[in-house]
């Protein structure tokens, strides 16, 4: 319910004498109510900007606003009041293990002075939200990884957080439960209107939850867009690296391409991806088209259309026909993958 903006931020480790510039000066706005993904392989600073965001790392420079308040320049006190209002989810759930479920939601709730008389009720209420009524008073030795993400998310979420922030918090799951669990985190922004920020090294889990995403590398936010723009345009090299997956389509090992017979990947975004081009670019053209490959992704529902063509035929007449592509709107070859 809350936008986050991170204002001149950067965060630098002072290690035996050595500065490491963990996240260098980063200037970032989440919106209210969107799901934002932060993704980037091992070391890119996904954590400690996370940790930012409720100043569990105090910023080496910039301000940190989350909903109406400067957390940089609150007081001890209050810092600590909006820190209960900062949900958090982590990859190793971190439960108290010699607690019930119903007592690890209760400690978050006694640390914020909640009615002890409402108590009970509110912890029902949360395992309810996260499927998990029958399991108040089991250990967490006895609960599934699944399910101990689920006590995790119902702790997080105790004292009505304006955000919630997710660091890896499908990553210790297999994919089934990955699926359960996102799943669970999309109803909850939906029905709470809440805030989430979710890191992770799977562009899958991006692909399944997120509106928007950033990427990260070596401390700086090198792209930020909407994730169907992440996907079928990226810009950045390490982006592309991350939606290369979606791209891949394996050449038939018999074929041998040469300058009378090529092999191309189109793409098609949004509204013209479930178009018949092939019967327009079969009458365009004197070639041989054959399709060796094809699909439509759906990312965030909307539509993202691949084909892979063998085209065979006097070379000029390649040369028109790839023009022609080039030349279309919304016919695009698909060209950092072949
Ligand atoms: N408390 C710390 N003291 C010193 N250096 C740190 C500290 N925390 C993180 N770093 C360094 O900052 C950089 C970013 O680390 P961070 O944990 O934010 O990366 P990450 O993207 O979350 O990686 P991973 O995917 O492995 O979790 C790394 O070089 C790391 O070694
Ligand atoms: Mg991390």
């Not at 409402?118 to 990884?145: F, I, Q, Y």
């Not at 209107?193 to 562009?203: D, S, W």
């Not at 060796?292 to 390649?318: F, T």
Request: with cysteine; aromatic share 6%; hydrophobic share 40%.
């Amino acid at each position: 319910m809350s936008h986050i903006e991170l204002k001149g931020v950067s965060k630098t480790y002072d290690v035996k004498g050595k500065s490491v510039e963990a996240v260098k000066t980063t200037d970032l706005s989440i919106r209210s109510g969107e799901i934002f993904g932060l993704i980037g392989f091992s070391g890119a600073g996904k954590s400690t900007l996370l940790r930012l965001i409720n100043l569990l790392e105090v910023p080496t420079t910039g301000d940190v606003i989350v909903g109406d308040d400067n957390l940089t320049k609150l007081s001890k006190d209050k810092l600590r009041v909006k820190r209960q209002k900062i949900g958090m989810v982590f990859q190793h759930f971190n439960l108290i293990n010699s607690k019930t479920v119903a007592e690890n939601i209760k400690f978050v709730l006694k640390a914020a002075k909640y009615p002890k008389e409402r108590m009970d009720a509110r912890v029902d209420e949360l395992l309810t939200l996260v499927g998990l009524s029958d399991k108040r008073d089991a250990l967490p030795k006895n609960l599934s990884g699944g399910q101990k993400q689920r006590v995790g998310i119902a702790r997080a979420l105790a004292n009505d957080p304006e955000v919630l922030l997710c660091d890896e918090a499908t990553s210790a799951l297999d994919p089934e439960i990955t699926k359960e669990i996102l799943k669970l985190l999309k109803e909850i922004n939906k029905t709470l209107g809440l805030t989430i920020v979710l890191i992770t090294h799977e562009m899958e889990v991006i692909k399944e939850i997120a509106h928007r995403v950033g990427v990260m590398s070596n401390g700086e936010i090198i792209e930020v867009d909407d994730v169907y723009n992440i996907f079928s345009n990226p810009t950045h090299e390490v982006t592309k690296g991350f939606v290369q997956e979606i791209y891949n389509f394996q050449v038939p090992p018999h074929i041998k391409t040469t300058n009378e017979n090529r092999i191309i990947t189109l793409k098609f975004a949004k509204d013209t991806a479930e178009e018949n081009h092939l019967n327009q670019l079969y009458k365009l053209f004197d070639l041989n088209i054959s399709i060796l490959n094809g699909r439509i992704e759906y990312i965030n529902g909307d539509p993202l259309g691949l084909l892979m063509l063998q085209v065979s035929g006097d070379e000029a007449e390649i040369g028109r026909f790839f023009k022609h592509i080039d030349d279309r709107i919304g016919l695009e070859r698909a060209e950092i993958y072949g």
